[in-house]
T-cell receptor, first 114, second 111 residues
Framework: QQQVKQSPQSLIVQKGGIPIINCAYENTAFDYFPWYQQFPGKGPALLIAIRPDVSEKKEGRFTISFNKSAKQFSLHIMDSQPGDSATYFCAASKPQGGSEKLVFGKGTKLTVNP | KAGVTQTPRYLIKTRGQQVTLSCSPISGHRSVSWYQQTPGQGLQFLFEYFSETQRNKGNFPGRFSGRQFSNSRSEMNVSTLELGDSALYLC??????????FGPGTRLLVL
């Protein structure tokens, strides 16, 4: 049972483009939605995260849009650069007394061409 | 500040063997979680340890086990290895209630 569905599987954009990656979740108990970036040979690194009490969060060129009623959230990368080429994962977790069991989407491989 | 370190980085085992992977968390982080990453299943949560106690676990068979030491370092063990256990095993540490920081992973190949 996949609790977080991520699309697309892969994405190719030109430098300066705005790739958008979408995720949908099922469990309404989720209250924390992070995005991770992973380069080959490295572990995932936290990019940006959001909680359901806000509809949008920006950090630098990265923006999360959150739609609680639709149970969907998305990552936008403004002015994308070749260095942004990586695999991006959305995730979700629910409150468990300080514990955090992340449920991940399957990932999106982003390629930004120069 | 040093990041999460995992050893070894690469490992080759044969079916039926067992393996132990090690994770040293960021200094001050008492929570350590383990994840399995495969091309087919993606990233899946194995278990989390906090103050030497397992406080959360995923849906993996009992062949997968772990422990945490008093200095917060953690080990995970997989017994009776199967071909399907070939994966990147990731460790993540955090302060209680904080953000998870991942290590580079241990790539396990089971032949």
């Amino acid at each position: 049972q996949q609790q977080v569905k991520q699309s697309p599987q892969s994405l190719i954009v030109q430098k300066g483009g705005i790739p958008i990656i979408n995720c949908a979740y099922e469990n309404t108990a989720f209250d924390y939605f992070p995005w991770y970036q992973q380069f080959p040979g490295k572990g995932p690194a936290l990019l940006i995260a959001i909680r359901p009490d806000v509809s949008e969060k920006k950090e630098g060129r990265f923006t999360i849009s959150f739609n609680k009623s639709a149970k969907q959230f998305s990552l936008h990368i403004m002015d994308s650069q070749p260095g942004d080429s990586a695999t991006y994962f959305c995730a979700a977790s629910k409150p468990q007394g300080g514990s955090e069991k992340l449920v991940f989407g399957k990932g999106t491989k982003l390629t930004v061409n120069p | 500040k040093a990041g999460v370190t995992q050893t070894p980085r690469y490992l080759i085992k044969t079916r039926g063997q067992q393996v132990t992977l090690s994770c040293s968390p960021i200094s001050g982080h008492r929570s350590v979680s383990w994840y399995q990453q495969t091309p087919g299943q993606g990233l899946q949560f194995l278990f989390e340890y906090f103050s030497e106690t397992q406080r959360n676990k995923g849906n993996f068979p009992g062949r997968f086990s772990g422990r945490q030491f008093s200095n917060s370092r953690s080990e995970m063990n997989v017994s009776t290895l199967e071909l399907g256990d070939s994966a990147l095993y990731l460790c993540a540490s955090k302060k209680n209630g904080g953000t998870q920081y991942f290590g580079p992973g241990t790539r396990l190949l089971v032949l």
